[in-house]
């Protein structure tokens, strides 16, 4: 009996205690270390409505994406999507899919792909992940933008490879720094985008 | 330890440790700019403050569209009692471009269970040293405005234009999906 009544209240202390604690999680970082990115972007056909944000979730063309908080390394500015699309009765789970809107001129959308494996010594057309990167790189563009009006503009992608994912994670770090020249901390100073290109076809 | 005190036990433990018992609850505030930021400007990856600092991270509750800061010391300080002022200090940030531009910011409370929100306010719910150098919620939050902008040509107004109380995490990441 006293067994019993000593376990319940065990139970019910550790029951309490794991409920109330604070669970502050750290990003993911289970990825693989021989992961390398595929990094496109595109201009889009028109800048972006100040209200406009990319949606959180969606379907079409026999596939799902869901933003979160998903494994993978941070990327500052980045929305991580989940994938998922369908093959005959079962749905394949992609690693998460790194996506940012740039809202200054020129707009453009960036899409981060990881890839099991990078290609040396061939071209891009030969190399089998860059050609799954790019179908997949599509495929979410077409999702994110099927209802608005703005389409990234053909013959404007632009790829960078990224070896290993922490070339990904540096390059992230890497690209929020230079937009604030830290010389004088804690006061930065903003690098404000070149009005270059117009969006408008 | 005899059986009385056992089931005493078992029935006074959920009360005593529901008082130890933190939930966070979210609040919502609204800074109007006196400039508006060009489009394509990005809010920081760290911010530096009296000794403290607000690094992005992600975690959960996630919040669709917003930056989710989280604060931690610079250097733990050797007078530092406890590690109670970082805990649970989560700030979700998003600036809103166009003519009705503004910065939003999403604050979180460490409050006891069994305490009102009122109540929870009143005592200034960031504890230690954290507590003594920010105090409430909206002063905090203040100063992470004014701090995330820092030396740039556009700073936040005070007070906040709005100030709403979303509640827990679930409702936090009801509320951002609505957004």
Known sequence: MRKTIALATALIAALLVFGCQHKILKGGQTLPAFYGFFLFSQTLNQCPADSYQLPSHGSGFEALFRAGYLDGPYCHGFTKYQLSTKHGFFWNETSPIYVRLHTGAPCSIFVAIPAERMCSGQSLEQCASYRSAQGLARLMLQLLFKESPYVPRLGTLNVSGFPEHHDFEQWCAERIRKKFNATSHPVFKIDEPAQLEQNVD | ??????????????????????????????????????????????????????????????????????????????????????????????????????????????????????????????????????????GYTELVAERILIGQKFTPKFPARQNTTIGRAGELEAWCAKQ
């Open chain 2, 1 to 138: 330890m005899r059986l009385r005190h056992l089931i005493a036990l078992l029935f006074i433990l959920p009360f005593l440790l529901a008082d130890s018992c933190v939930k966070q609850v979210f609040i919502h505030f609204e800074y109007e700019l006196d400039r508006c930021p060009p489009r394509g400007f990005e809010l920081p990856e760290n911010v530096h403050f009296a000794g403290w600092e607000l690094h992005a991270v992600e975690g959960k509750p996630y919040c669709h569209g917003y930056l989710r800061y989280e604060l931690d010391e610079e250097e733990k300080a050797e007078s530092s009692l406890t590690d109670e002022p970082t805990r649970g200090a989560v700030v979700y940030a998003k600036l809103v471009f166009g003519e009705k531009c503004k910065l939003d910011l999403i604050s979180s409370l460490s409050c006891n269970s069994r305490e009102t929100l009122e109540e929870c306010q009143k005592r200034m719910p960031y504890q230690g040293a954290f507590r003594a150098k920010m105090g409430t919620a909206r």
